[in-house]
């Protein structure tokens, strides 16, 4: 039987999720389009950096600390958009880049700003380009629905994940036919009650962090998934640790009457968010 759940989550998760760190040529040179990048919420652990080019050519933002760099797309309209500072406190650089020709981008603006926050955890409370959610968003009501009357952080994290798990289900044609650059969206993982392992693991986090529960969105391999995975790392207040819960492939296997926390040694992380 193990073996059978086994192949089947292999089966049914993922084709390789496009990181969102670019491997893009990135130049130093400046140009004169109109690029902002806001630190208002720093304290908060996030910026929002907006773009608007009048060539309407794609662009990217760079955010780098300590030789390391998350590079994500930026809209090209001006619409400011919220970015995790996720490692941890110090001086980061971020660059706005905008694309020239091929694989080639040059630099529209750069700035350093100082991360110095309390609680390392804040940043994983927010909403993010790709773990993004207001209070208004229908699973995010249901989530203050689903913890009502819980005190323990853990009765909480089973709740939601439980409704995760059993309400979604796996997107086998998305699965085959997603874009790079794909971003999730919550309202229409809750709403078609289907999506890709990216769409899980950025409604589980939102869904938690919309209720005070630190969440990670991870991305990196899995002996459970065949190529690139998203999963999401858990902060559980009574345990004073971060676990690994993995909800495509709870849903996969029905959980099997297992404990909901992952072996870290199944999971190999290269990006969170």
């Known amino acids: ?45 996030i910026i929002s950096v907006g773009f608007k080019t009048k060539s309407g050519k794609k662009a990217k933002v760079g955010i780098t600390k300590n030789g390391k760099t998350y590079y994500y797309n930026l809209p090209n309209n001006g619409t400011l958009t919220q970015f995790p500072l996720q490692m941890k406190n110090g001086e980061y650089t971020v660059t706005v880049f905008e694309h020239t020709k091929g694989n080639y981008y040059k630099s529209a603006t750069s700035k350093k700003v100082t991360l110095k926050l309390k609680d390392s ?76 392992c990216y769409d899980y693991a950025a409604l589980f986090g939102s869904m938690l ?22 999963w999401n790392e858990v902060y559980i207040k009574e345990l004073k640790k971060w676990v690994i819960i993995d909800t495509t492939v709870d849903a996969a296997t029905k959980n099997s009457g297992k404990s909901i926390y992952k072996k870290a040694s199944d999971y190999k992380k290269q990006y969170e968010y």
């Open 1 to 45: 039987m193990r073996q059978f759940l086994s192949l089947l989550v292999v089966l049914l998760l993922f084709l390789p999720l496009e990181s969102t760190v670019a491997q893009a040529a990135l130049s130093t040179s400046q140009t004169k389009n109109e690029a902002t990048i806001n630190t208002k919420s720093l304290a908060k652990g």
């Open 121 to 196: 955890k804040t940043v994983f409370l927010q909403s993010v380009q790709n773990v993004k959610w207001t209070r208004s968003m229908s699973p995010i009501k249901t989530a203050t629905k689903l913890v009502k009357g819980k005190t323990r952080t853990e009765d909480k994290v089973r709740s939601i994940q439980n409704y995760v798990a059993r309400n979604v289900k796996y997107d086998y044609e998305k699965y085959r036919n997603v874009k790079s650059g794909y971003l999730p969206n919550i309202n229409t993982t809750y709403k078609s009650k289907k999506g890709i």
């Open 209 to 230: 962090r919309s209720q005070g529960i630190p969440a990670k969105l991870v991305t990196g391999y899995s002996t459970n998934a065949k190529g690139l995975h998203a």
